[in-house]
T-cell receptor, first 113, second 112 residues
Framework: DGGITQSPKYLFRKEGQNVTLSCEQNLNHDAMYWYRQDPGQGLRLIYYSQIVNDFQKGDIAEGYSVSREKKESFPLTVTSAQKNPTAFYLC????????????FGPGTRLTVL | QQQVKQSPQSLIVQKGGIPIINCAYENTAFDYFPWYQQFPGKGPALLIAIRPDVSEKKEGRFTISFNKSAKQFSLHIMDSQPGDSATYFCAASSGGYQKVTFGTGTKLQVIP
């Protein structure tokens, strides 16, 4: 986990609500990533950002949005358009603009009530 | 092309045994193959990684074997301990601005 913090640790959402998951890093890493983890499906990439004010869609971006206004921060918003948002969400960083080694935060578990 | 296939899905071994987890890939552009270890409720952590210019890498009790021609790589855990019980993910990437592709994970249980 080291210098990557995710908050909150647990989050409960009612259907139709947008929620924002926080990811902050003090590692001075350029690249940041959001993954979704479901049982038996490994890690699936939602969005990634290699530099400030720029980000790209991953494999499952529908129903999610991000911003990268600061190098240290990469918040993820789960919108009401995401039909099945209950999952474990992981933020990761990597040092340069390559993806060789990724460092993960402790995760946020989102549950839709 | 981007998929990394991991097996088995779960594995139970006795303490001292040598669990082996296998991964296979199709994309020959992949040039970096890490393994991550994840404990319940925590984020994954890098365990060991290999590049295709070597066939084996050891770090402590963990060894990666790499077969470039077969496009396969595997993780061996020597003298496994109950504390090694976790989920293990293989991954692959091609560097540059490419994404990391993860396997689906192997849940390992080491029983005393």
């Amino acid at each position: 986990d080291g210098g990557i913090t995710q908050s909150p640790k647990y989050l409960f959402r009612k259907e139709g609500q947008n929620v924002t998951l926080s990811c902050e890093q003090n590692l001075n890493h350029d690249a940041m990533y959001w993954y979704r983890q479901d049982p038996g499906q490994g890690l699936r990439l939602i969005y990634y950002s290699q530099i400030v004010n720029d980000f790209q869609k991953g494999d499952i971006a529908e129903g999610y949005s991000v911003s990268r206004e600061k190098k240290e921060s990469f918040p993820l918003t789960v919108t009401s358009a995401q039909k099945n948002p209950t999952a474990f969400y992981l933020c990761a960083t990597s040092p340069g603009q390559t993806t060789d080694t990724q460092y993960f935060g402790p995760g946020t578990r989102l549950t839709v009530l | 092309q981007q998929q990394v296939k991991q097996s088995p899905q779960s594995l139970i071994v006795q303490k001292g045994g040598i669990p082996i987890i296998n991964c296979a890939y199709e994309n020959t552009a992949f040039d970096y193959f890490p393994w991550y270890q994840q404990f319940p409720g925590k984020g994954p952590a890098l365990l060991i990684a290999i590049r295709p210019d070597v066939s084996e890498k050891k770090e402590g009790r963990f060894t990666i074997s790499f077969n470039k021609s077969a496009k396969q790589f595997s993780l061996h855990i020597m003298d496994s301990q109950p504390g090694d019980s976790a989920t293990y993910f293989c991954a692959a990437s091609s560097g540059g601005y490419q994404k990391v592709t993860f396997g689906t994970g192997t849940k390992l249980q080491v029983i005393p």
